[in-house]
């Protein structure tokens, strides 16, 4: 047999940078010789923020209506995000086009078989879709805030909070392309990712609603967080990109097409094989599906494999509980909490106690904690696990801020946590974090597939597991709405002494 | 130069590749014939180092594909199935490109860029969007940019389709030229006359496995038995007793004579002898002319739900031999055993023992 050889080359990340930046001068070249891109640049970077402009002054009687300091405080330095994310707009076509349209060109083969490792090929791609709508953002941006000047206005933001807004729209940029690249990389046709995109486009314009609100109320400061949001969003998008985009991935993905009598037969097969039969990819001497089967293996396989996942809804939850604490001395609460003081205070009757009960059935909470759960899991499903995180987090939240209630009213939160809430809650919680959990892995099923597993794989394996899951949490659910409408009451005034 | 050991790649239930092993060696050129999704392309991605193989390795000009990737890239020139160029780049500045990929000093690569460009008749269109090509100069444009590194190793799928027959000869030319440079070629193709026209060897795939691999000789002679030879005679000639005794005798009228021989060298005199002794007037002796085509259509021509695999060939080949045998008895109405000086090729020790 043949040696193998070998031979030294340059490495290091310098020489990697210069292989990736050979593909990124010949992308960004590629793109500008395209009206279809260019013209939206020329036109949403020097057209659009000249025609805002001219029009807001134009029409200055008009928007002093609206306040004394409108224009200045509220309407110029959200035009001035404005401005900046428009040429977003078109850096999901680039990216479109540098990732899957060259996919479906039959381009990217020649690219596939020249000497670069994925990760420099991701790199080059990555930046040539990224720089040109940051730097249209920027040079929009710019120009803008230089017609405001010129206009005879004063800089409608101070120099930090404009730092602030740049740095805002750059991480969008990076995000949307950083999203692109994923659904790209799941299609195998600019349709396809077309398609896909909505789900990169509609966080996104909830990302830019968020910062109009907190313009309007005033809050510029506040978008600090957004932006470092935003940043973690991008390192899992990235991690996610880098991962998926590899030559194996890109050159086995061959069609698009709907293939429903496949996607049952895939569901069917995850459901008869245990988890780790799938994961293993065994073929030969599988366990036979059985109500035992699924208690004995799968669901404890199915917990184990969730358990990063349910660590991670763990986590949110203790945040939720912080921030509904915080949120406790936050002045509406306050106001609220002293008007209904003489009501809440200590040594006064507990109504539930003196109701004899929460006045709902067993069966109400039984069907509205399993509604809850059904719906974050479907919201899970549209949005990357996030949705049912924050139906659980919303939940939950109230529980922190009843705390910071109690504590400031000199109540001891604990006793009437402990009583209020533990009896069912010991079941309850834990349902809902293993619900959860499957949710979450049901959104990132796409965005992380598991080695073995392809995306679709992926997706089915997932939606399996949540399925599998509810014969555990079902049941949980059951027996804790029982004890929360029969029992929780009884030990909860037992405890306090009927008496807050 | 390019190893390959038991490849086999599965993309999840689908078997695309199983057990391909290759050897082709500095110089040579291996034509992988076979219909479309036999397992070429797949064969020939896992090669050119973008595919793992699932079991199985391979070895190009010495680099593991898997351990070695970069350097393998480095080693091959890859014309991909379709062309898959840049449509708003001149041609120039497209060479220019991979050649910076492969790291080719720049003087190098522009002197490299200008002498194919002229070498394939493509200098004077350098001003044109390579979107404004034709197929067969988009062809050319990307077997170009396979070349630009003077790889040591070429993997060419369909390097002459959509080529006029002018451009087509002129390409076959330069692979020939490769060749003589000792460049290891692997020839991946639909057109069978260049496949025998160029390639030291054939291999047919189909269903993901190799069935059969040699020269277009040995091909013919496996699967069609000995060449055969015409014998063309003036009107009223008699077969002269004892001919098949010398050669096998595939048919017989008065102008003609078909034969099988394996030793034309030996026996062809002695028939012409023969001939002319019983008074028959010769008029032509010829080699009856076979195509790898029929090889081809007889191998990978089966329908593609049919399970037509290794032994399948061998049965196939088994079953040309006894009609040749049965064919001449009924001719000549001798017995088998008097074929023996023809001594028929042990066929499936050649199979079994695969390449020589």
């Known amino acids: ?500 | 130069m390019i190893e390959a050991v038991g490849l086999v790649k599965t993309f999840g239930d689908f078997t695309a590749v199983n057990g391909v092993s290759l050897h082709v060696p500095q110089g040579q050129i291996l034509a992988l014939l076979g219909h479309n999704g036999a397992g070429k392309t797949t064969t020939t991605r896992m090669l050119a180092a973008i595919l793992a193989p699932t079991k199985g390795y391979a070895r190009i000009g010495g680099y593991d594909t898997v351990r070695q990737p970069l350097e393998v890239r480095r080693t091959i020139g890859h014309l991909t199935e379709t062309p898959g160029l840049y449509n708003r780049m001149r041609i120039v500045e497209y060479l220019d490109f991979f050649g910076e990929l492969q790291s080719v000093p720049k003087k190098i690569r522009h002197e490299r860029i200008e002498a194919m460009m002229h070498r394939f008749d493509l200098w004077d269109t350098r001003r044109l969007r390579i979107g404004e090509y034709s197929k067969g100069m988009r062809q050319k444009t990307a077997l170009i940019r396979a070349l630009i590194h003077d790889p040591q190793v070429l993997f060419l799928d369909e390097p002459t389709s959509a080529m006029d027959p002018h451009s087509a000869k002129m390409v076959r030319d330069a692979i020939g030229e490769l060749k003589e440079a000792h460049r290891s070629i692997i020839l991946c193709t639909h057109n069978l006359f260049e496949a025998e026209v160029l390639a030291d060897k054939i291999a047919i795939i189909r269903k993901g496995q190799i069935v059969i691999e040699g020269t277009a000789n040995e091909l013919k002679r496996k699967l069609l038995g000995a060449p055969l030879f015409q014998v063309e005679l003036r009107p009223g000639s008699s077969l002269p007793p004892g001919l098949e005794n010398i050669a096998e005798v595939v048919e017989w009228n008065e102008q003609n004579l078909i034969f099988r021989s394996e030793e034309p060298e030996r026996t062809n005199p002695l028939i012409l002898k023969k001939l002319v002794e019983a008074g028959c007037e010769v008029v032509t002796l010829s080699e009856v002319p076979r195509s790898l085509e029929s090889v081809y259509l007889k191998i990978a021509g089966q329908p593609a739900d049919s399970n037509f695999n290794r032994d399948e060939v061998e049965q196939s080949m088994q079953k040309t031999e006894q009609k040749s045998e049965v064919k001449a008895r009924e001719l000549t109405g001798v017995s088998a055993d008097a074929f023996d000086s023809s001594e028929p090729i042990n066929l499936t020790d050649e199979l079994k023992g695969g390449r020589k």
């Open chain 1, 1 to 500: 047999m043949q040696a193998t050889r070998t031979i030294s080359h340059p490495s290091g990340w310098r020489y990697s940078l210069s292989r990736a930046l050979i593909v990124t001068r010949r992308e960004m070249r590629d793109s500008f010789r395209d009206w279809r891109i260019v013209t939206p640049i020329v036109t949403l970077t020097i057209v659009l923020p000249a025609v805002i402009i001219f029009a807001l002054r134009a029409s200055k009687d008009l928007v002093e209506r609206l306040g004394p300091d409108a224009l200045n405080n509220k309407i110029l330095p959200f035009s001035i995000l404005s401005v900046g994310f428009f040429p977003m707009s078109f850096s999901l076509v680039i990216a479109l086009e540098t990732f899957v349209g060259e996919k479906e060109r039959n381009s990217l083969e020649a690219l596939l078989t020249a000497p670069l490792t994925d990760r420099e090929l991701f790199t080059g791609k990555y930046l040539a879709a990224v720089i040109p709508p940051i730097a249209t953002s920027s040079l929009g941006m710019f120009f803008f805030v230089a017609l405001i000047l010129l206009t005879g206005g004063p800089l409608p933001v101070s120099l930090p909070v404009l730092a602030i807004f740049w740095l805002l729209t750059v991480a969008q940029a990076l995000v949307m392309v950083a999203g692109a690249v994923i659904v790209s990389s799941h299609t195998t046709s600019t349709r396809a990712a077309n398609l896909l995109a909505s789900f990169i486009i509609l966080p996104m314009s909830l990302v830019v609603q968020v910062e109009a609100i907190i313009l309007l109320v005033g809050q510029k400061i506040a978008m600090i967080p957004i932006w470092i949001a935003l940043l973690i969003v991008l390192v899992i998008l990235l991690r996610t990109g880098v991962r998926i985009f590899n030559r194996e991935e890109i050159v086995a993905r061959e069609g698009d097409s709907l293939n429903v009598k496949g996607i049952f037969r895939g569901i069917g097969g995850y459901f008869k094989r245990m988890p780790s039969e799938t994961l293993n990819r065994q073929t030969e001497n599988l366990r036979k599906f059985s109500p035992w089967r699924l208690y004995r293996y799968d669901i404890p396989q199915i917990l184990a494999y969730n358990k990063n996942s349910m660590l991670a809804v763990g986590f949110s939850l203790l945040v939720s509980v912080g921030v509904g604490w915080w949120l406790s001395s936050w002045q509406p609460v306050q106001d609220i909490i002293n008007s209904r003081a003489n009501q809440i205070s200590l040594g006064g009757q507990n109504p539930i106690c003196t109701a004899g009960g929460l006045g709902v059935t067993w069966q109400g909470i039984f069907f509205n904690n399993v509604r809850a759960i059904l719906i974050g899991g479907a919201a899970s499903l549209l949005t990357l696990g996030i949705g049912g995180l924050l139906l659980l987090m919303v939940s939950i939240g109230p529980i922190g801020l009843l705390g910071g209630v109690f504590s400031q009213l000199n109540l001891n939160p604990i006793l009437l946590l402990i009583g209020f809430l533990v009896p069912h809650g010991i079941i309850e919680l834990p349902a809902a974090i293993f619900a959860i959990a499957a949710g979450l892995q049901m959104g990132m099923s796409v965005v992380a597939p598991p080695k073995k597993l392809t995306i679709g794989g992926s997706f089915m394996f997932s939606i399996v597991n949540f399925i599998k899951l509810q014969a555990l949490v079902i049941p949980m659910l059951l027996i804790a709405a029982i004890i929360e409408a029969n029992l929780t009451p009884a030990i909860g005034c037992w405890l306090t002494g009927g008496r807050y």
